[in-house]
């Protein structure tokens, strides 16, 4: 026997490494580890972010463009109609009904960047609004 056929080893003598899932998978896999109640205030969140991003690119469209004395309730509809979708989709994706197996999806990244980005949104309206209103007359 060579030294070449004694070195050489075969598929049966390592058990096969299952493959390594994708970052993103792993990621909303992280996502969905977290506990339902965190997972259900977390879609409360970016809900409300959403909701409170939006109102003043609605409001300042509808006072641009569509004022009427008889439809100033519908502003305040559209930005809670958004927050309100945003919700229902992070229920469907990150919380589901109790015991379902959610699906490890790259949705989940997409709805938790979203999230994010409007959690950030409010957070910077709320300085300048803060800096603004303490601001000197």
Same mark, same amino acid.
């Given at each position: 026997?060579?030294?070449r056929s004694r070195t050489r080893s075969t598929a049966s003598d390592h058990p096969a490494r299952?493959?390594?899932?994708p970052a993103p998978v792993r990621m909303a896999r992280s996502i969905l580890s977290l506990p339902r109640s965190a997972r259900v205030v977390m879609a409360a969140v970016f809900a409300l972010a959403v909701t409170f991003a939006l109102s003043p690119v @609605?409001?300042? /469209?509808?006072l641009r463009y569509f004022y009427n004395d008889a439809t100033t309730l519908v502003p305040s509809l559209v930005s809670t109609g958004a927050g309100l @979708?945003?919700? /229902?989709?992070?229920w469907f994706l990150i919380v589901g009904t109790v015991d379902e197996d959610i699906p490890a999806r790259v949705a989940i990244l997409w709805y938790g960047g979203l999230g994010l980005l409007a959690v950030s949104v409010v957070l910077i309206m709320l300085v300048i609004g803060w800096i603004t209103g303490n601001a000197p007359d």
């Amino acid at each position: 026997m060579n030294r070449r056929s004694r070195t050489r080893s075969t598929a049966s003598d390592h058990p096969a490494r299952p493959p390594r899932e994708p970052a993103p998978v792993r990621m909303a896999r992280s996502i969905l580890s977290l506990p339902r109640s965190a997972r259900v205030v977390m879609a409360a969140v970016f809900a409300l972010a959403v909701t409170f991003a939006l109102s003043p690119v @609605v409001d300042a /469209v509808y006072l641009r463009y569509f004022y009427n004395d008889a439809t100033t309730l519908v502003p305040s509809l559209v930005s809670t109609g958004a927050g309100l @979708v945003m919700y /229902v989709l992070g229920w469907f994706l990150i919380v589901g009904t109790v015991d379902e197996d959610i699906p490890a999806r790259v949705a989940i990244l997409w709805y938790g960047g979203l999230g994010l980005l409007a959690v950030s949104v409010v957070l910077i309206m709320l300085v300048i609004g803060w800096i603004t209103g303490n601001a000197p007359d």
